[in-house]
């Protein structure tokens, strides 16, 4: 099993930044990509950025050229950093991977909230 922790969540006005981080432990080693959905109040979890084991990445359209996901695997943990912060933006950031075995297994941490003022 993984187990998944984000953390850097907080509270900006409009324009600021933040940088999520997610901290992976347990059987790392199945992991392939990592992944960042956020879900708004009342709304559905929607697909943010990802990254797979090679450093490919992708993102939603609505944060292209503000958001950059990274992740370093020595220390088993992929990051988001989020510029220009709208208030839109405001959500709980989840992070997902699967892990690839005989079956793939998706985890996810418990979240961390963002909230942007305008």
Do not use: H
Not at 27 to 35: A, I, R, V
Not at 38 to 45: E, F, I, L, V
Not at 56 to 83: C, E, H, I, W
Request: hydrophobic share 30%; with cysteine; net charge negative.
């Amino acid at each position: 099993q993984v187990q998944l922790v984000e953390s850097g969540g907080g509270s900006v006005q409009a324009g600021g930044s933040l940088r999520l981080s997610c901290v992976a432990s347990g059987y790392t080693e199945c992991m392939y990509d990592m992944t960042w959905y956020r879900q708004a109040q009342g709304k559905d979890r929607n697909f943010v950025s990802s990254i797979d084991t090679y450093g490919d990445t992708s993102y939603a359209d609505s944060v292209k050229g503000r958001f950059t996901t990274s992740r370093d695997n020595a220390k088993n943990t992929v990051y988001l950093q989020m510029n220009n912060l709208e208030p839109e933006d405001s959500a709980m950031y989840y992070c997902k991977t699967t892990c690839i075995g005989v079956v793939a297994v998706d985890y996810w941490g418990p979240g961390t909230q963002v909230t942007v003022s305008a």
